[in-house]
């Protein structure tokens, strides 16, 4: 066994150095019992982040087990950023980190991470917001696994418009009147809405917002004001 994952990360250190300086990303699959490397694609346009092809986790999962997610920090150390530690929270599975500095590997490796509840969260643009505790309610709460997408910090005032853009893909359509587990978009300090939040019954909000830990709270009259759009899942 030690051998088969030396492998997997002499794999993954190959297929590093063949991206740099852009990061790889790619899987540790197990297929009765026997782990390997599996390269994907990375989506991402920044040379510093990933963003793993969906249709590469897909083919990986027919295939085995996702033993972890590996990816690469060329020319640096692999110590985990921020932003890496909230995406491990966030994704439950183990995360092996290739750093790639003068040519030279190192590995840093974190276990599988535990569910993290829906309330009580510390925000993470990206990773950890108001996004993610939507993906998770709709996991947790109705087993619907939702597209992930990309989110550059302050997106809502550089021109995007993720939520208007994209939530037709993610399988949403409007509605006047929301019922339990519909999603509230609101457009909280910007021309745009930016904040996205699950209305629960008795007019209650489970989000999540910029700065703050995620909460339930009452739908009031601040965030019926800012309120553009009810959301609700047709798949």
Known sequence: ??????????????HALAEHPRE??????????KPR????????????????HPEDYAAAEDEGDIVAVVHSHPDASPEPSLHDIA????????WWIVGLRDGVATWHEMSAAGEMPLEGRVF?????????????????????????????????HKGGNLYLENFEKAGFVA????????????????PTPCHGAIWLDGDVLLH????????????GAAYR??????????G
């Open 37 to 52: 490397y599996v390269p994907c694609r990375n989506q991402s346009e920044e040379l510093d982040h990933f963003i793993l």
């Open 24 to 33: 790889a990303v790619g899987l540790v699959i197990a297929s009765r019992g």
């Open 175 to 190: 509605t006047y009147t929301p019922r339990n587990g519909d999603v509230v978009l609101m457009a909280i300090g910007s």
């Open 1 to 14: 066994m030690t051998e088969l994952l030396n492998k997997c990360r002499a794999d993954a250190e190959a």
């Open 225 to 234: 004001e800012r309120t553009t759009h009810f959301l609700t899942y047709r």
């Open 87 to 94: 995406s491990h929270a966030a994704s439950r599975m183990a």
């Open 124 to 156: 993470v643009h990206g990773a950890i917001d108001c996004y993610t505790l939507i993906r998770d309610y709709y996991r947790q709460a109705r087993g619907i696994h939702l597209l992930d997408f990309y989110r550059q910090d302050d997106w809502w």
């Open 208 to 219: 999540h917002l910029y700065g703050r830990l995620s909460c339930r709270e009452v739908y």
